[in-house]
């Protein structure tokens, strides 16, 4: 097993990075209107997953990092609602939600995961 150096080792830093990709791209269909609302937070909720994972890594206690990677659940959590209201509203389509909250779900199992390794 090979050791983790950086944050950016991390596969589930790494898929999280990839889902703030996602939700730049599919944010720019939503409605002029939603810049400063949906649209905003939906970006900031997004990076905030990989930002709190990389915070959290840099933190000399086993203890604040879980609490960091709790946050970046707690992110991602935010961010599936944001796009469960987009689809609900109308905005975006089933074929481009449905991607975005399996990735979510996957990326939080993999913070499960990786929060319980640290105990």
Not at 8 to 22: K, Y
Request: net charge neutral; proline share 3%.
């Amino acid at each position: 097993m090979t050791k983790i150096k950086s944050y950016q080792d991390l596969l589930v830093w790494q898929r999280s990075m990839g889902l703030v990709e996602s939700i730049y791209s599919v944010t720019g269909q939503l409605p002029e209107d939603e810049r400063f609302g949906l649209v905003s937070q939906m970006r900031r909720a997004a990076v905030s997953a990989p930002s709190n994972i990389a915070e959290g890594f840099g933190r000399q206690a086993s203890g604040e990092y879980r609490h960091h990677l709790s946050i970046a659940r707690g992110s991602l959590l935010e961010l599936e609602t944001h796009i469960i209201v987009c689809q609900r509203l109308g905005f975006l389509k089933s074929e481009i939600t449905d991607p975005l909250l399996s990735e979510i779900t996957e990326i939080s199992k993999m913070l499960a995961t990786l929060t319980s390794r640290l105990r």
